[in-house]
């Protein structure tokens, strides 16, 4: 690649950290990151968890309102299919983030920034990788940065 | 259920004034959390009264410390800053019941295990402490007082799997005065104790010390033995469980057999020509038959895909005949499904032994005289197929003998754990087998491992009497012969890391010390009672120190290998554990739940029923006077599904309020 | 004798069809014109800007705003009229939500303003001249309002006390709306002057709901001979009243048509559009990611059959543009 000056966009990116709500099941992906804790494994420190008793609790608002407030990604953890501890709330998880995620798409919001992962409370490692993996491509993806400022508000009054 | 008392209600009406406390747990948070710094930022966050640190929160002048503050200050709120609320938010919850505060005013945030045990940056891990916190600080400001539920517990216990721990279960809940429903899947119970000779390192005759046990269970006034069963179905909860078990048809009526095996005799078939389960195909049995001589229960079965008359229909019968005016054989009988309500479960459902097929080199299947340890195990028994007597399946007497640890464990290739009895039980077969031949025997090991009483004393024994050990894993078991003295032997090539050199041993017998594998079902089994495995298969328990034969889902316990691979002393002592934490429960006579139950707003809801489907556990229902959803607290088990689900916002789930959830949200973001 | 509240009526963006329900009064009218001075109503009496500018701050009782803030104009008068109000009532979905002109919100100013002045079809413009704030002809010069990128509900861009639901407030939601306002007692600052319960709650075909509704296939009105008896979510259209407050009578179902959410959600809903699509999804039948996606494409227009009205005032606001082809005009300046 070519040296060159970097646009200011570019250097906001090279600083950007993006913030990521999490919303893990209190049975499975919970528990994988307390036992990711225990098993002293390191991972990005970008991920906020919010723990509720089942994936199925998650209401699409909460993901919107994530957003809304200035996360950069989404990321839901519940049990795999079958798994679930309340029978099938996993399933209601599934069919509302594949409709939630074509509104998202509808709205301009890109894909890696809102994720399902199914982790078992034994499944440790991929709370780790996954949140890894999840920083790296938000971070590429550059900020959402959805919190309205008074710049941007000036900015949208500005007239044909 | 007892009510909240008002005073409770006004007190967090009130403004809130919230402590925070931020726990050190040693060096483990504050290694690499800068506490102090939290401390301060908490102070002044909006409702913050109090804010401080101490070394261990959860040590008793931790405790002491909130519950003074909570008094001085006139605290209303509390938020504990310290490891993950599955591990310390009781004791927490019940430092604000001693204060007087109702126990939900809590809310812990997880800064060791989510946070200073998975970061190394002190920057980065302080500023995530710091939203985390705001976000507590801020939810904690909505809680509500709430009241645990308590239901009655079902005195009667259900025990899954009739091996040793499961029996041991079985025997000390019913000695106790409990109702036990103990289910095996095959006919009888014993498991696979009741296959070996002798145990380690006492040598004592396992069927000599199993079989009263079995007997006792099979004569136990308050133990429902239901072999040749399986449990299909499990509803309910903690205390209160309902479960469906489907006993499949032995033919032959359990109540009128005496097990004096006339028809086995008068069988048709005058030799045995059917592979014998219990003998691992050793030895032959009849398509009627008494898996082996001390069953529990001595009640004989017929196998219907080698019988006669089930496969034309035109046997004549001849133990129906033997079987005379007791007429115990039915050949209609169907399976038939027992419903049964009991309030706890131990699941004892065992292992199984790693198949040797599946490491080719070693030959298992190819070579007539490799065999596993677990054939071992039947052909020096005395009951077993050659009444005890080591005879090769081509008939002849080894002279020199090699036993191969760890097939299947420790072995990157198949399983990585080790299964911890192989070391023991290879050295008892060692032993054995010296003193049945007097044949050399090898050991080839990768390290032994006898911790246990009286195990390593066990090793030094075997090195005393002069078998052989050699270090290292063996790489190949072949009939190829490259001198004289190998030919028609099996040689066991092998790199001696001691002696660091490649050798080649000629062997007449090879042992394949298997290792111990969850149940090929165990991914069935934990899903119909609703509790995890393990990544490798082995069901999980609640907590690998603390909590290590109760599982997540209340109610329901682990014992033996099931829960990992375990010997004889300690599958029985999971075993007595598992039956004291059910006993614990049935005495208490009730269990605090969660009060993190679904509600509707009665006035809100629409009545469009959006509901009604969502929910699992049938506790909603629609009410058709009023037009309107209710939920039935005691079936709500508190996921939230129908709470997301409500298209008007009508539903509510206490202590997880769409407000507190959206709290927390804003909450995690709101930095500057 | 005291004098007559003062009440001003305002349009901005929107079809006029609140205004045409204020006329859908009836004879009803005459009650409200005889109880109150009406000061300001450029749809139907001829008062200016100017005369608006001349009244004392607070003076007038209650303004009435339909249609959602679109241009800079729109802004100002919403402006004026507050600092000239005791109360600021957002009338109808416009002005409550953003409604129908806030779908304008999937697309940004530069590409609405293309499609309108120069691609559609019916558009003559050779000059390819577009919209601006200032122009200069003949030595004269005019400045003009300018045309937002974003579309707004009125209370994104004042203090709104009230707001009157639906496309429009049909004349009894706006009867007793006007009651409520007038009335002694007020209700708290935000209220949305309709019931605070899902349209089920009043739909003639509520019985008809089953209580086990497992969706596999959402069809649209014109697929099906629509039961008239029927709940529509049950005959597999997509119905949002379990998500939409009551108050209209079930309008439309009772006109055979599902409802499409105009009266926005209750008061305990933050996003309209999340909560029916939580409730419909979890309705769907199916496990696997494949089936679900089979029945959940069914519905062509996720965003535009959720956030019909709500838009603007959704969690969201509007689409976010696209952030690469951002970069790059930033880039190129």
Known sequence: MRNRDLTPSEKSQATFEPRIVAFFCNWCTYLAADLAGTSRMKYAPNVRVIRVMCSGRVDPQFVLDAFAHGADGVFIGGCHPGDCHYQEGNYKTLRRFHLLKRVLQQMGIEDERCRLEWISAAEAERVRSTINDMVEKVRALGPLDLIPTEEKVSAEEVAV | MPEIPSSAIESSRERPRIGVYVCHCGTNIAGIVDVRAIVEFAAKLPGV???????????????????????EHHLNRVIVASCSPLLHEATFRRVL???????????????????????????????????LVRAAVRRVSLHKPLQKRRVSINPHVLVVGGGIAGIHAALTLAEAGKQVYLVEREPTIGGHMAKFDKTFPTLDCAACILTPKMTAVGSHPRIHLWTYSEVVRVEGYVGNYKVKVRRKPRYVIEDLCLGCQECVTACVYKEAKNPDEFNLGLSKRKPVYLPFPQAVPQKVVIDPQTC?????GKCKKTCVEACGDRKAIDFTQKETIEDIEVGTIILATGFKTFDPVRNPYYGYGRYANVYTSLEVERLINASGPTAGEIVLRDGGQPKAVGIIHCVGSRDANTNRWCSKVCCMYSLKLAHLIKERTGAEVYNFYIDMRTPGKGYEEFYDRLLDEGVHFVRGRVAEVSDWATHPSEKGRLVIRVEDTLAAFVRRIPVDMVVLSVGMEPQPDAQDVRRLFNISCSTEGWFLERHP??????????????????QGPKDIPDSVAQAGAAAAEAMALIDAQFVELEPYTAFISEDQCSGCKTCIPLCPYQAISYMEEKKKAAINEVLCKGCGTCVAGCPSGSIQQNFFEDEEIFEEIEGVLAYA | MPEKPKVAFYWCASCGGCEEAVVDLAEAILDVIAAVDIVFWPVALDFKRKDVEAMPEGSILVSFVNGAIRTSEQAEMAHLLRSKSKLLVALGACAHLGGIPGLANLFDRESILKAVYLEAPSTVNPEGSLPTTHHKDDGHSVELPGFYNTVQALNQVV??????????????????????????????????LAPDCALCDECPRKDSKPEQLSIVEFKRPQQLLIDEQKCLLAQGLLCMGPATRAGCEALCVRGNMPCSGCCGPTSRVKDQGAKILSSLASLVAGKEAAEIDRILATIPDPVGTFYRYSLPASLLHRKQLDRASLHEAAASK
């Open chain 2, 49 to 71: 009264v109090v804010s401080r640190d101490y070394k261990y929160m959860c040590s008793d002048p931790g405790q002491a410390l909130i519950q003074q503050d909570i008094a």
């Open chain 2, 97 to 131: 019941s001693r204060a007087g505060l109702n126990a939900f005013l809590l809310q812990m945030v997880n800064i060791r295990e989510h946070v200073s045990w998975v970061h190394l940056n002190q920057r980065e891990a302080t500023e995530k402490t710091k939203d």
């Open chain 2, 308 to 312: 006669i008359q089930f496969k034309s």
């Open chain 2, 545 to 562: 120190k603390l909590a290590p034969v109760s599982t997540f889902t209340e109610g329901v316990y682990i014992a033996g290998a099931c």
């Open chain 3, 159 to 192: 203090e709104v006390d009230y707001s009157v639901p639906g496309c429009p407030p049909t004349p009894r939601i706006f009867r007793t709306a006007l009651q409520t306002l007038l009335g002694d007692e007020l209700p708290a600052k935000g209220t949305v």
